[in-house]
């Protein structure tokens, strides 16, 4: 799951990628309103947290020109500020949630959580395609009830098939969303290709069905039909 860390305070942004990277989350970071904005609009993101107080802008700007657009992304307003009308501005632009500084950054993970999980499983605790479950909060995949041993990007593949099951999905998008915004300097694809074939190859080995139809010249589709 990729998440986007809008904060200026270089100290604290360092301290949120590190702990989110470490419970299993892929973390980009901008430090001014300028990158912030530009990475928002040429890169998907399954949850930003965002600072209202931002060099050369407003953190509540970014969130209303989201809104706009209709992302569905989950956002969490974490200010210095604990002014009631701010939060409910952010609330009213469409944020999911506001954390005042300072904050535990394990408060910050549970809150992620629990909007990812909300967003992507309806509340549940697990996501299911067929025989295939996935339990976020293990970190977990299972096909038929066994594990299946993924490396961090099968994991993360799988998942991303998931959430756009019955979806064409481009190879520039699944680079994306493993690599992050890195994703623009690479030469090929091919690294692409190995973890869609290992991914085959695991879920097949538990008697599992290959959903994962190439699309030449495209992408990929993960679908029933």
Sequence with gaps: MKLLLIEDESALSQSMANYLTKAGYHCET??????AQEKTLLYSYDCIIVDLTLPGGNGLDIIGKLKQVNSTVGII??????????????????????????FHLSELNAR??????RR????????SFQEITI????????????????TRSEYDLLLFFIYNKERIITK?????HLLGDSADQIDSFDFIYSHVKNLRRKIVEKGGKDYIQSRYGVGYKFSTS
């Design 120 to 127: 992507l499983q309806g509340g549940s605790t697990k996501i």
């Design 135 to 150: 339990l976020p909060q293990q970190g977990q995949a299972l096909v038929n009830n066994e594990p299946l041993i993924l």
């Design 77 to 102: 307003i974490v200010s210095a500020k604990n002014a009631l009308e701010d939060r409910l501005k952010g609330l009213e632009l469409g944020a999911d949630d506001y954390l005042t500084k300072p």
């Design 172 to 176: 520039e998008s699944v680079a994306e």
């Design 30 to 35: 901008a430090m001014d309103f300028e990158s």
């Design 112 to 117: 992620i959580h629990s909007i990812l999980r």
